[in-house]
């Protein structure tokens, strides 16, 4: 049950391997340096490897080969279930290629931002993905760079879900569960970003289903508290005059469903609530809510493929992943719960 | 709104450095690798590499230092919210001493974790932390490692939480909440780990508090279903035998409180329920149940200096960090949430 040690004070060198191998040393820095050599040669080499537990010096190697196989995620924390995801799936398809992931949690902070990518750089990885609120985040030509959720110019492709579509959707599905008046309630940063057109999609299919609708947009750094006050302003003789209500996000639909229960609001019985991002309970389970679920896994091996695809002539500007729809329990279907 | 480029096609040598600022280029280099030099010479040196935006070549530093300022943190996931949150706060707290964090998910994969050691052998990081469950790995003596929740073996320092304190205090709070007959509910891994010391802990409160238990252990792999088989035995028209019930960790509270439910059993009315982790809604919100809370940010730093710490003489086995109680709701408190 306890971990075994194995001594490490007369590390084997190049030397100790060309000698067991019977080869040159040249041979055998072609091996260890992915070069073509012969076959029976390539063995005898890879064989003495084996057999001396050899390590090969990856700084070294990366001097040599100009590559780290080193990719840097640059991502505000991993404590939002929807960023944990991300970074979890991230790392399994770099992982699939043999790429090592250096994790940096951002904190939102724009000046870290800047530092990591500084960071990344002078560690030359092999490129960043970055999920930033840096408006002005200078990046430079020469390490590949893929953007999640943020177009930041021609040259820099943006991966992304189909927010507006996924917007257009959850107004549909309110209207097909039988809704009549609903609202969109927003609270986020105030980039311009692919997340927010999520309101613009939902306006969209409120027009195109004739659903009335209302609005209240806060900014980041906002009082949750307003959104309380709006929908109270909303509530007469005990009753809602919403009957959905879409929530940007997952986090603010769990929030927006307790405070409609502090109001006297049964969820789904009164309000339908559909929030977005496809959170589940401890990042396995049951959807949290109702919600439009990003497909996460494509979104990762999305942005591994772009940022390791070499020849690239034409990097597409921004590529956006459908989205689908998830029942957690907060809206009025049939069957309860599905996958 | 848009990120700005910098052209990088002809970065700047060492050699341009000491152009620029008038001195030998060995001062150049003492400076980039923090060797001492008059201070009237750094201070040159420092202003022409932020002139010229020089980058230090951090693999060719690596080479000479014989460091990369780079730890490997090996853990299962992110997507499990304890190990986000620990991933998130090593991953600061090795930041801050501007240290690079390797992130490898092993998704509890033996063969992942060895082949993740030798790759951070290879790419000579200055230490890991590994929370694994591999009871055969192989560490090197000469690379620094931090276990966390799993003894190692005696010269490999251990972190984790006073779980047997943790279990302890889930029986005494459940008795000082009124309960007389509770029941303990494990699933997990059957390895001598850490986290399995929260049964004897709360075995020996229940004792001390003369509280009837009763106990249902699984392993990893069976079915959830067992422990609703368990619960239904225990129901006699319509009333559960326990009025609380303590569950190894949130996750399984969370499923638990939903079988409750499903069974006719109130929470916390009928029955009162403590997990134990410390989650949060999204990571950031209310506590997903009572729970006894894991010191995850002390975790985190006691990791991160151990491993960093030189000349240890004498490495610590084990620290076991104290845990606290957090209400919520999921138990009959005066106050329903507390922070």
Redesign the interface.
Known sequence: ?????????SAPTMKDVAREAGVALGTVSKVVNGLPVGDSYRIRVENAIEKLNY??????Q??KSNR?Y?VA?LIP?????FF??L??HI??SL?KRKY??????T?YDSSQEQEYV??A????VDGIIGLTYN?????????PFV?IDR???P??PCVASDNFAGGQLAAEKLADLGCKKVAFLRIGSS??NEPNKRKAGFENGCLSRGLSYKMKILNDGDSYEEFETFLSSYIQDGKLAFDGIFCVT??LA??VIEMLRKLGQRVPEDVQVIGFDG?R?????DY?CSTIVQPVVDLAELCVDLLLQENMLVKPPLICLPVSYGNGGTTLEPDKKTD
């Open positions: 049950m306890r971990g075994t040690m194995k001594k490490g004070n390590q090969v010096n990856s700084y070294a990366g001097l780290t080193t995620l924390n991993t404590q939002d279930p944990a995801s970074a979890y790392n399994r992982s090592r992931m250096l994790l940096c949690c904190d500084k960071m750089q002078q560690n030359k408006p002005n985040l200078v990046v430079v030509e020469d390490t953007a177009s930041m110019g040259k820099i980039l311009n997952d986090s769990y929030c959170i309970h401890f990042g396995s389970m949290v």
